[in-house]
């Protein structure tokens, strides 16, 4: 098994080819434990918790789990078309490590929006077959009706589909806001649910995504790590 180097963690972290890592501590832009580290070689008997380059204290896992409040105006893309895209608000290095979203938000819509590199993770997630519920919070044109209500949660057929889309928990908050809750994630799906009963959404918030809810402290445009808890959550 090869032994740990300052330039091995480092190009694992994202911060470039081995070559761009040996330059990096050659610098001295590597600090271990307050000091600088001097040999890109160094060998290591543990992988710190941290590492500071270039004035950032970095932590060392290699897997990432991440939330983000989302606003609106963002795709969800790495190859964006007509907005700025949301992996422009992580560190180069993160989308070196292969960070990906776990599901989309459209770029009208904000909120809840999860970041992993890990492949089985993002497939837990967004499979309809383990019926995590995704929940969001729509502000309506018109009011709901209670006939709007009774068929969102029977089903309705959306154009281009075979299946019938269930509201699967339907809350009205006032007349013009509703709670709505849904286990698959198609393309505007909350959206075109509403526009298929003749109402039309004006704002569409995630609010959730399983027991995982939005942390109220984040602010717009903000991410955060997620805690061992929430990671738990999708287990």
Not at 8 to 17: A, M, V, W
Not at 102 to 128: C, K, M, T, W, Y
Not at 202 to 221: A, C, F, M, N, Y
Request: net charge negative; glycine share 6%; proline share 4%.
């Amino acid at each position: 098994m090869q032994k740990l180097t300052v330039e091995r963690l480092l190009s694992k972290l994202g911060f470039g080819t081995r070559k761009e890592c040996r330059a990096l501590v050659r610098a001295g832009l590597v600090e271990l434990a307050g000091r600088t580290v001097e040999d890109p070689f160094e060998e290591l008997d543990a992988k710190p918790e941290t590492i500071m380059v270039n004035g950032e204290e970095v932590p060392t896992f290699e897997e990432l789990y991440l939330m983000m409040n989302k606003p609106c105006g963002l795709e969800c893309s790495h190859q964006p078309r007509d907005h700025e895209s949301v992996f422009e608000s992580f560190p180069h290095r993160m989308l070196e490590m292969g960070l990906n979203c776990v599901g989309r938000l459209d770029a009208d819509s904000h909120g809840l929006l999860l970041f992993s590199n890990q492949g089985q993770f993002i497939h837990r997630v967004e499979s309809p077959k383990k019926g995590m519920l995704k929940t969001y919070v729509a502000k309506l044109a018109r009011p709901i009706t209670d006939p709007q209500i009774r068929v969102l949660k029977e089903g309705v057929q959306l154009k281009g589909e075979k299946k019938l889309f269930i509201a699967r928990e339907l809350e009205k908050v006032s007349d013009t806001v509703v709670k709505i809750s849904i286990a698959e994630g198609v393309y505007h799906e909350v959206r075109r649910m509403f526009a298929a009963v003749s109402n039309h959404v004006e704002d569409l918030e995630r609010i959730s995504i399983g027991h995982v809810k939005l942390d109220p402290q984040l602010e717009l445009g903000k991410w955060r790590f997620l805690t061992a808890e929430e990671r738990a959550e999708f287990q």
